[in-house]
């Protein structure tokens, strides 16, 4: 980053002057009242990442790093439009999925997210190609509708800062939507350095929280945040009462590409695919299969491909 981007003082970062009179933090309920208006969204993302660019050496976290906030907000921090990271997340011990999770209640278009504690950061050069991010995304309430803005994780370090966008707003009819950023050049958007660089110190991790930013008011949450090597877990349910039909599920990544195969005798047959290939999207994907009546046993595996 150029200097003059950043302004720091005492290890901690600050937003320009131009930019830090928009946002007033009142209650401690987690409202954020702001006049900022959206479209600097993006450019605010990583804005004030000082403090975590130039801390310690890097650690090689212990996977799977997992946030499932069962018991508290697991050390994880309110992070501001302008990027400056704030007090502790709220925390919920019920409304999760399942249990407790971080909720957080806005009001006007102000981008906010959490950023991660120290356990998620360090070395992820191993993940390289082989790992993802995970997580789920809630949204109970929306006073009013202004539109629905992607799912955005972004990334920085000593060596670079990145971005992964992923599909637009929460779940269709509103509760949980889970969210898969794989770990590769691939599904990010290098902002500064080089993708391997950054991936030998990461420093800061921040997960949108607010995907409706135009709205009135809305109450929005995050739960099961994990950091791991990558494996696919295939679910496998009969979609109609007489079990006519299989319903085929798994979570998806970006940048991934997933093939459903099948077999009636695991000795002798071979694997066929069953459809074509389906791109991931970062959300739930789902299949179905009809099973007649004289259909001998089937078995099901997924194949990924990047």
């Known amino acids: 980053?150029?200097?003059?981007?950043?302004?720091?003082?005492?290890?901690?970062?600050?937003?320009?002057?131009?930019?830090?009179?928009?946002?007033?933090?009142?209650?401690?309920?987690?409202?954020?009242?702001?006049?900022?208006?959206?479209?600097?969204?993006?450019?605010?993302?990583?804005?004030?990442?000082?403090?975590?660019?130039?801390?310690?050496?890097?650690?090689?976290?212990?996977?799977?790093?997992?946030?499932?906030?069962?018991?508290?907000n697991d050390g994880w921090k309110i992070t501001y439009v302008d990027g400056r990271i704030g007090g502790d997340a709220a925390w919920s011990s019920s409304g999760g999925n399942p249990g407790g999770y971080v909720p957080y209640v806005f009001a006007g278009p102000a981008p906010t997210g959490i950023a991660a504690p120290s356990k998620f950061l360090g070395d992820w050069s191993s993940l390289d190609g082989k790992g993802h991010l995970q997580y789920d995304h809630g949204v109970f309430a929306l006073t009013g509708y202004g539109g629905e803005e992607a799912n955005t994780v972004a990334i920085a370090g000593p060596g670079g800062s990145a971005t992964w966008t992923g599909p637009p707003g929460g779940a269709p009819n509103g509760g949980w939507k889970t969210l898969c950023a794989p770990i590769d050049a691939g599904s990010w958007v290098v902002t500064s350095g080089t993708w391997s660089s950054l991936l030998t110190n990461v420093t800061y991790l921040n997960v949108r929280l607010e995907l409706y930013p135009n709205a009135g008011e809305d109450e929005e949450g995050i739960d099961n945040v994990q950091l791991d090597f990558d494996a696919l877990r295939l679910s496998i349910r009969c979609s109609q009462a007489d079990c006519s039909q299989v319903e085929l599920c798994w979570l998806s990544c970006t940048n991934r590409m997933y093939q459903i195969q099948f077999r009636s005798n695991l000795a002798t047959n071979q694997w066929a695919d069953l459809g074509s290939a389906i791109p991931g999207d970062?959300?739930?994907?789902?299949?179905?299969?009809?099973?007649?009546?004289?259909?001998?046993?089937?078995?099901?595996?997924?194949?990924?491909?990047q």
Do not use: E
């Open 1 to 72: 980053m150029r200097a003059g981007h950043l302004a720091c003082q005492a290890g901690r970062a600050g937003p320009p002057a131009s930019l830090s009179s928009g946002v007033s933090r009142q209650r401690k309920t987690n409202v954020i009242h702001t006049h900022m208006k959206s479209t600097i969204t993006a450019s605010l993302l990583l804005i004030s990442l000082c403090s975590a660019i130039t801390r310690g050496v890097a650690q090689i976290p212990t996977f799977p790093v997992i946030s499932d906030f069962s018991t508290s």
């Open 282 to 305: 970062g959300g739930r994907k789902c299949v179905t299969d009809a099973v007649a009546a004289a259909q001998p046993l089937r078995f099901y595996r997924i194949v990924q491909s």
